[in-house]
């Protein structure tokens, strides 16, 4: 008997159980049937981070930036570079401090960028500053092996 994952709709935010013998990249949402994967991050609004990172059994790691942010606005493209080498492994989201004022304040967000990495529903590792792809790519395997024993 085949298992599932949950996997959370970057598009909708609809949850899926996609098959742990099916291919995640090929996936479609059962709700918008959009793909589940598209090698880019995700922008997210409270809802959306929150499904995110408590719903979905794939883990997620979270960029928090600011328009306003030079550091930011210079590691965007190295975020979405590290979207393409880590999905379907690793969801990637952004999360817009200055639009989701109440989720940053949450999160105890005191510099930005930072990156916070979910697995299981819970914040496993943090880090800030800017970094490019192949350190961001890096940080999050060696943080999710740490996290697996």
């Known amino acids: ?22 291919p995640a990249q090929a996936a479609r ?13 995700a922008e997210a609004d409270a809802a959306m981070f ?6 979905s059994d794939v883990p ?8 306003w942010c ?3 606005r210079m590691m965007a493209p190295e975020f979405e570079a590290a979207a393409k080498a880590l999905e379907p492994d690793v969801r990637l989201i952004k999360l817009n401090s200055e639009a989701q004022p109440g989720v940053a304040s949450q999160l105890g967000i005191r510099g ?14 943090r880090i800030s500053g800017a970094m490019q792809a192949r350190q961001i790519v890096s940080w999050a395997r060696s943080q999710l ?5």
């Open 1 to 22: 008997m085949s298992s599932n994952r949950e996997i959370v709709c970057p598009h909708c935010a609809g949850i899926n159980r996609v098959p742990d013998d099916r």
């Open 29 to 41: 949402c059962g709700k918008c049937k959009e793909p589940l994967f598209v090698g880019r991050p």
């Open 50 to 55: 929150e499904k995110q990172t408590r719903r």
């Open 60 to 67: 997620v790691l979270v960029d928090v930036w600011a328009p």
């Open 70 to 72: 030079g550091p930011c």
């Open 112 to 125: 930005i960028p930072t990156m916070l990495l979910y697995a299981g529903g819970r914040e496993v590792a």
């Open 145 to 149: 092996d740490t996290t697996r024993g």
